[in-house]
């Protein structure tokens, strides 16, 4: 058996110095971003049967080993430390997902962040695998594909010119005395003096209050629109009237009205407040014809966002004619009652009403004393080039752009797997799904244990140096000790040699 003792040692021999490749793997890659350390576990080989003699009925149980073998290189996925980075692409994981990246047909997972942007504005890891993600459209994220920016003609990405379409203007309306009165139709007479071909349509004593805001075509260009407030006779019940008219420069109109005395108008009306300067009705009218003529004017049509929709035409825009809705802080579903603004005359009860009021948060107010401004938004905006890039928590990618604009563009998801250590490493930091450790499992940072991303920083290797010393000693030694059982069975052999001389 001595020979088989020399065959037993070679096996430890060659054990351990596949298990002294894993430490110095492990050591090697010490500083490797999003390294995960091997580690080396050991198996006995087959065990033989020795007969004992005799008649012992436990000659079963008497066995001698053949050697060791390696039973398994198993991966620990535990977290690596974190390194803060100056580049928001940098990308670590705090919980137990992987990114996917690709190239052609090859899909690997990794944890190793270290991802740049190349030529063609693809974000791609070192070995110019693609990060996944999902790009974001109005806020919905669609499918799967590669993380791209494609830029513009001078290298930059551009985010599109976008048209308002929805427009707030939320005021104090102060206003008490009627600068504009009329006999026959007092909650119209901001829109009997408009004069688009006089300069100022309205002159300044013809209103109490002002505002404007700017609003955008589609092609990207900037335009005007203002809001025109007088006092009203009062309605019921102590509420007071303000009358309203919205319009745009009469030299900007490229619709119907330019030239005319109707020229820039869009939309008027009146806003009802109670004795506490709480705003409780609104009206809105748009022409539907000449809108020089009262009677052209009708009930406006509601918005889906349940505010009155007017239509205006920007000369030289290119666009057409643009559909915007107008709030003043009050929503509702259509009108209850009510014709033209010519019917209305001089008697409140014929204002129609605003079916399914609802207050918002911000609501203009009619409080008396001074009128401010307290609020103006509008969600149209000209084209812009990408400034800075951010990247949350939750892996949603965000560029700021030089209009003003801040707009999520890809969802970054997470992935995980069933068994961890069924993962094939492939190189470059990557695994590979396999049978063992299930299919990828596909989720949103945060949510359940996919973990959560955290931008400008690196997940580095989790090699322990101190234990990996340890365990070179330690394999240092078992090779040792087989190497001294092969040469104690080569002299056992020699000296069974000699007894043949």
């Known amino acids: 058996m001595t020979i088989a003792s020399l065959y037993i040692g070679a096996t430890g021999m060659k054990t351990h110095s596949q298990g002294m490749q894993v430490i110095g793997n492990n050591l090697a890659n010490i500083n490797t971003v999003g390294f995960k350390q091997s580690m080396m576990l050991y198996q006995d080989l087959t065990s033989l049967d020795v007969t004992t003699g005799g008649n012992n009925p436990t000659v079963g149980m008497s066995q001698q080993g053949m050697g060791a073998s390696v039973a398994e290189v198993r991966v620990l996925h535990t977290a690596g430390g974190?390194?803060?980075?100056?580049?928001?692409?940098?990308?670590?994981?705090?919980?137990?997902?992987?990114?996917?990246?690709?190239?052609?047909?090859?899909?690997?997972?990794?944890?190793?962040?270290?991802?740049?942007?190349?030529?063609?504005?693809?974000?791609?890891?070192?070995?110019?695998?693609?990060?996944?993600?999902?790009?974001?459209?109005?806020?919905?994220?669609?499918?799967?594909?590669?993380?791209?920016?494609?830029?513009?003609?001078?290298?930059?990405?551009?985010?599109?010119?976008?048209?308002?379409?929805?427009?707030?203007?939320?005021?104090?309306?102060?206003?008490?005395?009627?600068?504009?009165?009329?006999?026959?139709?007092?909650?119209?007479?901001?829109?009997?003096?408009?004069?688009?071909?006089?300069?100022?349509?309205?002159?300044?004593?013809?209103?109490?209050?002002?505002?404007?805001?700017?609003?955008?075509?589609?092609?990207?260009?900037?335009?005007?629109?203002?809001?025109?407030?007088?006092?009203?006779?009062?309605?019921?019940?102590?509420?007071?009237?303000?009358?309203?008219?919205?319009?745009?420069?009469?030299?900007?109109?490229?619709?119907?009205?330019?030239?005319?005395?109707?020229?820039?108008?869009?939309?008027?009306?009146?806003?009802?407040?109670?004795?506490?300067?709480?705003?409780?009705?609104?009206?809105?009218?748009?022409?539907?014809?000449?809108?020089?003529?009262?009677?052209?004017?009708?009930?406006?049509?509601?918005g889906a966002d349940g505010y009155p929709s007017f239509t205006a035409t920007f000369a030289g825009s290119g666009g057409g004619a643009q559909v915007m809705t107008a709030g003043f802080g009050m929503t509702g579903t259509g009108w209850t009652g009510g014709g033209s603004a010519a019917s209305v005359g001089s008697n409140a009860s014929q204002l129609p009403g605003l079916a399914g009021a609802a207050r918002q948060a911000r609501v203009t107010t009619g409080y008396e004393g001074s009128s401010s401004n307290l609020h103006r938004t509008q969600n149209g905006y000209a084209q812009g080039g990408l400034m800075s890039l951010a990247i949350d928590s939750e892996g949603v990618m965000s560029g700021k752009f030089s209009n003003g604009q801040v707009v999520d563009l890809y969802q970054i998801p997470l992935f995980r797997f069933t068994s961890e250590f069924g993962l094939r490493r492939e190189g470059g930091n990557h695994f590979s799904a396999t049978r063992e450790s299930g299919e990828a499992q596909e989720g949103t940072a945060k949510t359940e244990n996919f973990g959560s991303v955290a931008a400008s920083t690196l997940e580095m290797s989790n090699v322990d140096a101190s234990r990996e010393f340890v365990n070179m000693i330690i394999t240092q030694r078992g090779f040792q000790s087989q190497s001294k059982v092969v040469t104690t069975a080569d002299t056992m052999l020699q000296k069974a040699l000699e007894l043949k001389r």
């Open 82 to 302: 974190f390194e803060p980075s100056n580049t928001v692409t940098d990308l670590a994981i705090s919980g137990k997902g992987f990114f996917q990246v690709a190239q052609g047909d090859k899909t690997h997972y990794t944890r190793a962040g270290n991802f740049r942007f190349d030529l063609e504005g693809y974000l791609v890891d070192p070995g110019g695998y693609r990060l996944q993600a999902k790009p974001i459209e109005n806020g919905v994220a669609g499918g799967l594909q590669d993380l791209q920016l494609v830029a513009g003609e001078n290298g930059n990405m551009v985010l599109p010119p976008s048209a308002t379409t929805s427009l707030s203007i939320i005021s104090n309306i102060g206003v008490t005395s009627d600068n504009s009165a009329s006999a026959t139709d007092p909650y119209f007479s901001l829109l009997q003096q408009w004069n688009g071909t006089a300069e100022p349509p309205l002159g300044d004593g013809a209103y109490g209050h002002s505002d404007s805001i700017a609003v955008y075509d589609a092609a990207g260009n900037k335009h005007e629109v203002s809001v025109y407030y007088d006092g009203a006779p009062d309605g019921p019940d102590g509420q007071r009237i303000v009358e309203y008219v919205m319009a745009m420069p009469p030299s900007e109109d490229g619709g119907a009205g330019a030239g005319t005395s109707a020229a820039g108008l869009l939309m008027a009306g009146t806003l009802t407040f109670n004795a506490n300067g709480e705003l409780i009705n609104m009206t809105a009218y748009t022409p539907s014809g000449d809108a020089s003529q009262l009677s052209s004017w009708q009930p406006a049509a509601m």
